[in-house]
């Protein structure tokens, strides 16, 4: 995604922002500079120039976007069309009429248990506009990385668990990667081919969105996420091996040393394993 041709969005591309069936993606820097990815299902267009999304749940994300306001963004709609851009955190609200619009979406405004409580505005930097995900290329690419995970020499080190590992190997769930570009905002690419090649690394084909996984700098912080179209989500971090031949399919793989689940009630990390901690104060 090296080029974003659009600096502004048309009204089909707010349009297609406002569904709330929809897979909304927000790329990070961390306070380490690190890459960090979460799902934010609320994102829309509310200008052409402005992005929006609403809060209902506590986690990471939300800390680290008001100190580090460059962003990568990603919006995916039922039927397989793609935005991807970058944009910059500007301020957040807890009224007016973005505030309205989304406590009166169906999920929210009949929810006894909790709706959105602050919106978070973004100005657009640019974005690539409507892009057709090409299934026969991620198909394929899924085969090869079926193949080459078979060829490819294996290490335990138990970095990745049972459920991590079946999450990420089921073909029809959804992957992404994402590293800090040069300019300081996060990217964001779709390797819905990726697959857990052992309990330590991902690997994927670098077939669908080849030459953007070619162009990912050997050696960066990479995060991936993972999803199921039952929400189910975890996120991962490690370093960029880069893309090299394995039984003469090119792959990238990603040395995998940091996993977080992002998924309500309790977001937390867990590997490496954080320390119980007694609860002294009541």
Known sequence: ???LPHTTFSAADIAAFMPEMKIGLLALVNDAGLPHLTLISTIRA???TQLTWGQFTEGLSKQFIRRHPQVGFMVMTLNKEVWRGKAT???TARQGPEYDAYNNIPMFRYNAYFGIHTVYYMDLAAHSGRQVLPMGQVIFSA????????LARKTQTPVLNMWT???LNKLDNLKFVSYVGEDGYP??????QAQALDTERVIFAAGAFGDELRA???????AVFGMSLSMETVLLRGTFEGVRRIGGLPCGTVA?????NPMPPKPEQIYPATALEAVRVF
């Not at 990217?187 to 819905?192: D, S, T, Y």
């Open 89 to 91: 955190f500007t301020h």
């Open 165 to 167: 590992r079946r999450l």
């Open 256 to 260: 995998v040393g940091w996993v977080y």
């Open 143 to 150: 085969v090869q990385t079926m193949l080459a995970r078979t």
């Open 187 to 192: 990217v964001i690419i779709p390797v819905i």
């Open 46 to 48: 509310s200008s052409p």
């Open 1 to 3: 995604m090296t080029h």
């Open 216 to 222: 990912i700098p050997k050696g960066v912080p990479l």
